[in-house]
């Protein structure tokens, strides 16, 4: 899995990445940042974005992704749940069969008989007593080996949201934001949604709230924001400052930060319209922030992607009792939600995914605890999921090297398939987001299945890049058609407005060449779509005077 | 207007150096705390003003080429003046992180005498004008009205080089009065000048202009000049540049104190400035002829200017925001960050070397609206995340640490709150979080101090550890540097981290 010719040439390295560096070089056989999941899955965006080289920052963009979900108008959610800081796989689907497991964990190993069995060789960590019963209910899928080839990050990025900047220090360069800046996929809708189209709960994560421009999410650090937020519609309270100078500025920035928040009026109606079906363990942590989805979910806000987080997984010592207590909360928060769920028929547009930024060392430390390693099992539960388990068993004796698990789902596949088989993308719109062929993971079961699209359509249109770009007075849209039909060029400035309609009829097969004159247009980033009978595409267009 | 003449607190030394040197740097404060205002203030301004003038860029004398030049050559020119004006940017971005106090007051008189590339063009005059102001900031307030309406960039943004003896441009000499020196109304609402003023000092400034095949200068062409009399402020004679001048500070000198003043303490106190202190700093500007350095520490060991109240009254201008984040770090940004801040604050209203027009920056609240506030969090976001380098960051942090700290999560997600936030932190709106803190608490119980402390002090903890135990934090711990990352952009995402 991780190949020590640090050498070679494709993967950009780096600190930690050379043995040297010990610790973290362990760290670098993450098999999965969170950064890298999300971007896998086609969340991670950037904040700012400088496409084509351009000198003009663009502020926040989209999740081409959101952008595909908004598009396909589907009802269905995914509830992502992080278990923050790296759980142990291993502790948590237990191979109580296999003497090597007691061997190389011989104080903090699970006794194989307080283990949760699942099958012959696995069983559940003892106090998963909830996922136990959603599997025998067959509404929880186990996958076991999930992992991720050539890291590329050394960290952890443990506050990556789809709607934040790219935390990469090291941009490979043909790699996710090098793809999306230069791709087809655009960062401008037509419409502001009034509801976001993804809600990011816990983490202490980066409170960004989208300007004028692709408004698409919200992301709240901690339950008590949303609480306020869905109680007040505001986040910050203007009147907690002194009558003085600096109490009327601190007023007047709260006022201005509280209006740039949106989505109040949804996220309120649904907090008001929704409900909990269940009594939940607690109204805190991953518990309270579950019943809190719920409750949206129930009140309709209408958001397709919930990412929660339960911090505190990084069990480098006393593991036992710590992971038990995690255990225990992640049992408990997700049997009430799925209970939740099932009482109405929630549960079937449902699809709950936990995992984890990587998994943990198999050998144990000197602290009765582990370090970071890299695969691990994930759980999906969900009305539709096919249930029982799917991967193989990375085995304990072949190893990677440094002593790591290997992997055999790669998560890119299972993202693919999520995004084919649960929220129903086209074939091509899913290639567009996660590069390179997956074998497709069976999560669901053959009902629940909805894209049916077999191949992707060969595209009639081929938007190639406008020239100059950046530029200052006039640039050239340049695009070929397969066959003649009707062609529409809008340009639109970063408030959606309409700035120029460049084209508007049918046009001959071939290529074409439009030139866009700026005229008296302010420098700054505008799109550029082009709308024909099947298709539409976008292009940033970026005007530095 | 008393001098304030207490030791400064801790809190006071921030004060300070965010308001003259874009914010503090890592101990900077703490080594200044317990000096007085005068002390301090002294010394940073004898450092701005001993400190060498950056280098002179390569190009600074690459003529244009002559018409009969081929295209190709015109448009590589065209090519490397761009390139040349963005170097320009970025050395100066650099230059404000590394003499901070100097670079402050240069872009000060930016803002104050406008000039925009956007109608000078060539960066060769960019940087000449830049340097004019650099080398001025500090220095007598009149040479430099006369040394500035000389600038090659002025005299093309104000039409300078185009006022000539037979049909003479008004723009230089009404922006000299209106926005250079006085303004139109004096304290008590009478006008300071009249247009017959504006006329006829339009014609004693006539003949100055540039010829750029030979050089980059600026040069005085008799031809061009009115060399009649005229009148203005009363007086007559065949006045050229030099005399509109002179005449200008002898006839106006209280209204022109007066309102540099308003200018000085309305751009480093507070937007709404206080009436005794811009009586005092006139007053300073008036009995030194004009220098600007005593008028500046008259205004910076003023009580007013310690006054509690005004201590983070003030909104963060882009340059302050982004380069305040590299100095708070104690980073000089390279070329990559700072080629990002340059063009990171564009789309929060401010392109330096280019204010929106000769009045410049409205600034103050105007920085903060809907748009710029998610633009502001997200460039934020970039320069803690990506235009930083995570050795940096944990440099910074273990600068932060107190040595021999027996509870450093605690000690550190405190002192790095209380360095970057300029609003007391008893009046920053931390929410309550109450999920409680992990870990076995039983064996390894938090100080008492801290648990019967404040409730802003627990969460902004809970922030930092965001679920490890408080106990396993060390700089050293595997993800020490993201975790420190995070809580530097959730603290840059608090409200009153806009202020300074």
Partial sequence: MCDHDHTSGNVQLGAGISLEDGEKHAQA??????RQFLQGLGLATTGSAFGFGASTVRAFSTSPLLQSLSRSGTDRILVLVQLSGGNDGLNTVVPYTDPEYYRIRPSIGIPENSV???????????????FERLYQDGVMQVLRGVGYEDPSLSHFSSTDAWLTADSAKNIDSTGWLGRYL????????????????????????????QGSASRMGIAFPNLALLNRFAADGA???????????????????????????????????????????????????LSGNLAVTAKLIRGRLGTNIYHLNLGGFDTHSNQLNRHQSLMQQLSDAIGAFMDDLKADGWDKEVLVMTFSEFGRRIYQNGSGGTDHGTSAPLFMFGGGVAGGLIGQQPSLTQLEPGGNLSYNIDFRGLYASILKDWFGLSESEVTSLITGSFTPVPILDSSFVTNTEPWAVPESVRLLTNYPNPFRDRTMIDFELERGQSVRIDVFDVAGKNVATLVNRPLQPGRHQIPFEAGSLRSGTYFMRLTTEKDVQTRSLSLVR | MDEYTSPLTLYEARHLLRRTSFGAKPGEAEALAGR??????????????????????????????????????????AQNNTAWRVELTVDWIQQMAKNRFRERLTLFWHDHFVTSYVDYLYSAWGYRYLNTLRTNAFG??????????LDAAMLIYLDGNINNGNAPNENYARELMELFTMGPLNRDGIPNYTESDVQEIAKALSGWGLATLENWDVHFSYAAFDDGNKT???????????????????????????????????????????????????????????????????????????????????????????????????????????????RAIIPLDQTLLNPPNVAGWPGHRNWITTSTLAARWSTSDLIVRRYSEPDQILAFAESMTPTGSTSPAIDLALALAGHVLAVPLEWVEVAEIEEPFEGDLLNRPLPDWFLNGPAYQRNLVKIFLNGLPWYEWDLSIGGAADRIVQYLIRLSQFPEYQLM
């Fill in chain 2, 232 to 342: 203005f402020f009363g007086r007559t004679g065949e006045f050229g540049y030099d005399d509109v001048i002179d005449i200008l500070f002898d006839e106006r000198a209280e209204q022109i104190a007066y309102f540099m003043a308003k200018k000085l303490v309305t751009e480093f106190v507070y937007r709404d400035p206080n009436p005794a202190l811009i009586s005092a700093v006139s007053a300073a500007l008036l009995s030194s002829n004009f220098e600007i350095k005593p008028a500046l520490r008259v205004l910076l060991v003023s009580s007013a200017f310690f006054d509690s109240t005004v201590i983070s009254a003030r909104e963060k201008s882009p340059a302050d925001l982004c380069i305040g984040h590299y100095v708070e770090m104690d980073i000089v940004p390279n070329d990559e960050q700072a080629e990002f801040v340059r």
């Fill in chain 1, 182 to 209: 230069t791709q087809e996929y655009p960062e401008f809708i037509s419409t502001n949604p009034t509801y976001p189209l993804a809600l990011q709960l816990g983490n202490g994560a980066p409170l960004l709230f």
């Fill in chain 1, 235 to 285: 986040i910050f309270d203007e009147s907690f400052a002194p009558s003085t100078s600096f109490g009327s500025e601190l007023s007047f920035v709260k006022s201005v930060a509280n209006d740039s928040f949106q989505f109040a009026e949804s996220i309120q109606a649904a907090a008001n319209k929704g409900s909990n079906l269940v009594e939940y363990p607690s109204n805190l942590g």
């Fill in chain 2, 36 to 77: 007085t205002a005068a002390e301090i203030v002294d010394v940073i301004l004898a450092a701005a003003t001993s400190a060498p003038l950056p280098k002179t860029p390569t190009w600074a004398n690459d003529l244009i080429p002559p018409r009969s030049a081929s295209s190709e050559v015109r448009a590589a020119f």
């Fill in chain 1, 29 to 34: 056989h993450v098999t999965w940042s969170r």
């Fill in chain 1, 116 to 130: 949760l069995p699942l099958s012959a060789e696995l069983g559940l960590h003892p106090s998963l007593v909830s």
């Fill in chain 2, 140 to 149: 007598n307030f009149k040479d430099f009205v006369r040394l500035i309406g």
